[in-house]
């Protein structure tokens, strides 16, 4: 592996982006290739405005680069398994530099933009059985697995975020993100997921495309069409902490600043509402993991700017005490909370409490 990158192109759909560079003490320049210039559009819409300039991160997150950049490395199950692989190495992944990082991430790696030099291995699409996969996930988790366990775990699910240990599949030509239980968790959380989802739909979100696969060993796997794949090509995608240069490791992001974003770069007032069905929904239900990597925006070449994301990783997770994004300031809000949201904000009142109380029924009456 080469530790000594210090030049990257970043590449959308074989189209030239702009150029990383390394540079002393660590930090990472970007500047737009001009062909993107003339023909592209600002991957991050506040941080990174098209212009000729070298962009250089003050940001104290992201080992230098912008949030938009780090959204393409995987957190959680995914470094867990880069780590176990470079460290069969010998490579501490902690030391690799930025660049580096990008480079190991192969093309299914999370939303749209690749990384050239690359050092990632070709994902493998085959038929899988999930059972045997999930089997061999807790034998890597209790570190009895071999390296050849590893290494076909590292290629389907070595780009993942989340805790949750997952894997990128293409099912009958459609490419999905399928999760599997952590080894302390119920067998049944992939059936919680999907009721989630089922439910969430007949609150009225737009919800990616989602599904239940059949197990044996479990009530079974919940996967979740990806939206920053269409018809063979890829979207773009950024989150909401990466759009304001913070880390989700942090709650220190207010459902107030979603609908500041949305207002600002999606120009979509039906977006504005449906921030507020989601809210109400996360609050309602109990989906306290909805921190800013758990919101998202794409970038819609059809109306040439950004939209809202389908929702995604809707859950219930009674074990955390707070909402990772609080509504009002509020961690554990209430009603009256959800109820001030729409004078602050400006929206239509009437029209906020019919969602509100939409979902209220629907919840009651699941």
């Not at 230098?64 to 460290?87: A, C, H, M, Q, T």
């Not at 010998?90 to 990384?115: A, M, V, W």
């Not at 989340?162 to 399928?178: F, M, Q, S």
Request: charged fraction near 25%; charge should be positive; aromatic fraction near 10%.
């Amino acid at each position: 592996m080469d530790l000594t990158i210090k030049k990257m192109d970043v590449i959308f759909n074989n189209k030239n982006v702009g150029y990383l560079e390394l540079f002393e003490e660590g930090r990472v320049a970007f500047q737009y290739a001009h062909s993107w210039l003339n023909e592209g559009f600002p991957i991050s819409p506040f941080s990174l405005p098209l212009s000729n300039k070298a962009y250089i991160s003050d940001s104290p997150y992201f080992k230098g680069l912008y949030g938009v950049f780090n959204d393409s490395l995987p957190d959680g199950w995914g470094e867990f398994l880069i780590r176990r692989k470079l460290l069969k190495k010998q490579i501490n992944f902690d030391k690799l530099s930025p660049l580096t990082r990008l480079s190991i991430i192969n093309e299914t790696g999370l939303g749209g933009l690749e990384y050239r030099p690359s050092q990632a291995s070709n994902p493998e699409n085959v038929n899988l059985n999930l059972d045997l996969l999930v089997q061999d996930i807790n034998k890597e988790v209790k570190n009895k697995s071999d390296g050849l366990t590893l290494d076909r775990l590292y290629k389907l699910g070595g780009s993942s975020g989340g805790a949750k240990p997952k894997a990128h599949l293409k099912i009958n030509n459609e490419e999905r993100i399928v999760k599997f239980p952590s080894l302390n968790e119920k067998t049944d959380v992939g059936l919680l997921e999907y009721n989630t989802n089922l439910l969430a739909q007949k609150c009225g979100i737009n919800v990616a495309p989602f599904k239940l696969f059949k197990s044996e060993l479990t009530a079974g796997f919940f996967g979740s069409k990806r939206f920053d794949r269409s018809d063979g090509k890829k979207v773009h995608v950024i989150s909401l902490s990466s759009i304001l240069e913070t880390t989700h490791r942090i709650s220190n992001l207010d459902y107030i600043h979603l609908f500041q974003v949305t207002k600002a770069i999606t120009k979509n007032e039906n977006s504005l509402y449906e921030v507020y069905r989601r809210m109400c929904f996360n609050v309602l239900h109990g989906n306290k993991d909805d921190h800013g990597k758990n919101h998202s925006f794409i970038y819609d070449e059809k109306i040439a700017g950004y939209a809202l994301s389908k929702a995604y990783d809707l859950t219930k997770t009674a074990d955390k005490l707070e909402h990772e994004m609080t509504v009002n300031g509020a961690g554990n809000p209430t009603d009256k909370d959800l109820k001030l949201i729409p004078e602050i904000v400006g929206l239509d009142r009437m029209r906020c409490a019919n969602i509100l109380n939409d979902i209220k029924n629907t919840l009651k009456h699941q």
